[in-house]
């Protein structure tokens, strides 16, 4: 069984006949980090697409223990379902109208797990929303329904978890929450892909890629 649960080799992406980056290169093994910082668009929401087979790369290719993930426009994805990764973008996945609660209900449906509603209502509790679970979505803060989001994880199988700027709107009481969220996901043995503005210091074995610059170890 191999040590690393995602493996990136000379990663490119172009825009619009612009290129974001080229020769990116990495490797996540279970239980570490690696926090993808840059300028505003250099092309960190794009990396995290071409990692989880969302959008093809300009050039390489992405490599899970089982299959690649193929680099050509017409190439057919491999898009890991949510037992091996779990994504969270900018966009969240939310259904306004529908509750917290309803939200993650339906996540789990749509994706072949098992979720009860009180599982559902113990992860939002977790993440301080207890007040807020019977609630529309579309009433909820910025920070809220970021936090609704993060809830997803406690439910999630995953061992990798991709996120795009997770604590994005949180204040610092969900900020510390969320933190401790992912720290606990790598201490038992998870690993986890991230953008971040915030420097989320998290414990163990863990990178920082600068698209732009290189990989260091943090």
């Known amino acids: 069984m191999a040590s690393w649960v995602l493996k990136a080799m000379d990663l490119a992406c172009q ?15 279970a239980g570490s980090w690696l926090h ?3 300028d505003n668009g250099c092309g960190k929401t794009s990396l995290l697409r071409i990692v989880c087979g969302l959008a093809p790369a300009a050039q390489g290719q ?3 223990p089982k299959a690649p ?8 994805f491999c898009r890991p379902d949510r037992s091996v990764l779990h994504y969270i973008g900018h966009a969240l996945g939310l259904k306004p109208d529908l509750t917290a609660c309803e ?3 339906l996540d789990a449906q749509v994706s072949g797990l098992s979720l009860s509603r009180a599982q559902a209502l113990q992860a939002l509790q977790a993440q301080g929303l207890t007040s807020r679970a019977h609630l ?4 909820l803060s910025q920070g809220q329904r970021q936090g609704v989001a993060l809830a997803r994880l406690r439910t999630s199988p995953a061992p990798l978890w991709v996120l795009d700027e997770p604590l994005v709107g949180l ?5 510390a929450t969320a933190r401790a969220l992912l720290q606990e996901h790598v201490n038992q043995g998870g690993a986890i892909v991230m953008t971040s503005h915030h420097d989320v210091q998290l414990q163990g074995p863990g ?7 290189g990989t260091r170890s943090a």
Do not use: M, Y
């Open 15 to 29: 825009k619009a006949q612009r290129t974001l980056f080229e020769g990116v290169s990495f490797s996540v093994a």
């Open 36 to 38: 993808i910082e840059g």
């Open 62 to 64: 992405v490599h899970w």
């Open 69 to 76: 993930v193929g680099s050509s426009p017409d190439a057919s």
């Open 103 to 105: 939200n993650l209900c």
């Open 136 to 139: 529309p979505v579309r009433v």
């Open 171 to 175: 204040d610092a009481q969900a900020t």
């Open 207 to 213: 990178a920082r890629l600068r698209l732009g610059g």
